[in-house]
């Protein structure tokens, strides 16, 4: 399989919602306004830095036989951290199986967030006490799950609205497809926050769609969009758009996060195999949590002691994430949770 290199295609730069560019300057889009305090910014950038660092020990227990597989997110952190903040703490979120960010932002503990990958659960965490469902390993089969649910919040007259992860590669699934045709057909309360990495595994995105992604959502008769998966002000944004539309009784929105999978899509993968280094150094200056940082100092949000604060905590949470996964021990059948 051939290789490809870093390219920033003339129709990205004029679909995709940006309102921090990688040197970490704010723009406006009336489309999509956006109030943000100073408190939120750091918030942000804090929880990304802290899901980085699980993510880094976590791969690192895996590479010592401590987890039989680890999918990292490396890179898109922003997308899952801004659009977790964009739900209300009673939505329901249905993950894939990499968001670690959402997860943590959910109040996942670290023995429940590596219990599934070191085979001592099928689930790990209760999905009714966290507002999120357990990892879901089977490409797409989520989304079903989150449209069944957002029409059955529907039919009970709820206010809640439903999220749910996946990836690039689950749009070439038929599951994907049934899922938004019976989400646009009976206007369901539900985002769809699709993360494009950029290879579902070591295919890339362009053999898997002639068209962008987002666009699928045309066909299904509601809003798709697509945002700069590495800007969280972008994600934050567009998110809380679409969440307001499902509360409103609007109907589902299709998100296309354009970011990019800077790590293996999982342990058990080499990507050296099908990218090479340009096209990651291209998207390593993207980096989402260095482009908050420069906007942070742009507008002096943010001090040496934050910063040192922040680093201390996202220590903190690894060192705790390798304590509690040298304790998880196989503990028989997944009890069965009521709602």
């Known amino acids: 399989m051939g290789r490809r290199t870093a390219r920033t295609p003339t129709e990205l730069l004029v679909t995709t919602v940006q309102l921090l560019t990688p040197d ?3 723009r406006d889009d009336d489309r999509y306004p956006l109030g943000v305090t100073p408190d939120e910014l750091r918030g942000m950038y804090r929880e990304m830095l802290v899901t980085r660092a699980v993510d880094a020990e976590a791969t690192a227990l895996q590479r010592q036989g401590e987890l039989g597989l680890w ?3 490396l890179g898109q952190e922003a997308a899952q951290v801004a659009s977790a903040r964009a739900f209300a703490p009673d939505d329901m979120l249905f993950p894939s199986y990499r968001e670690h960010g959402v997860a943590l932002a959910r109040g996942v503990e670290p023995a429940e967030l590596l219990a599934l990958f070191r085979g001592t659960s099928h689930g790990g965490w209760n999905p009714f006490e966290r507002r999120l469902n357990t990892y879901t390993i089977v490409l797409a089969a989520q989304l ?4 069944g649910y957002a029409m059955g ?3 009970d007259g709820a206010e809640e609205v439903v999220g749910v992860y996946f990836g690039d590669g689950s749009t070439s699934q038929g599951d994907t497809m049934e899922a938004m045709n019976w989400a646009g057909v009976t206007d369901a309360p539900v985002v769809f926050c699709l993360q494009n990495n950029q290879y579902a595994i070591s295919v890339p995105v362009e053999r898997q769609s002639p068209a962008p992604l987002y666009r699928r ?6 809003p798709g969009v697509r945002v700069d998966g590495n800007d969280v002000l972008a994600v934050l944004a567009v998110t809380r758009w679409a969440v307001e539309r499902a509360r409103a009784g609007e109907g589902p929105t299709l998100i296309e996060s354009f970011t990019y999978r800077m790590g293996p899509h999982t342990t058990s993968d080499d990507p050296r195999r ?25 507008e002096q949000l943010a001090d040496d002691s934050f910063y040192a604060h922040a680093d201390s905590d996202a220590a903190a949470h690894a060192a705790a994430i390798r304590a509690a996964c040298l304790t998880l021990e196989p503990t028989g059948p997944f009890p069965v949770y009521a709602g």
């Not at 959502?217 to 509601?222: R, V």
């Open 217 to 222: 959502a045309d066909g299904f008769g509601f």
């Open 274 to 298: 099908y990218r090479d280094e340009d096209e990651l150094a291209h998207w390593r200056a993207l980096d989402p949590i260095l482009r908050l940082r420069r906007h942070l100092d742009r």
């Open 24 to 26: 970490g300057e704010r």
């Open 144 to 147: 079903l799950h989150a449209v």
């Open 71 to 73: 999918a990292p997110s």
């Open 153 to 155: 919040v529907q039919r």
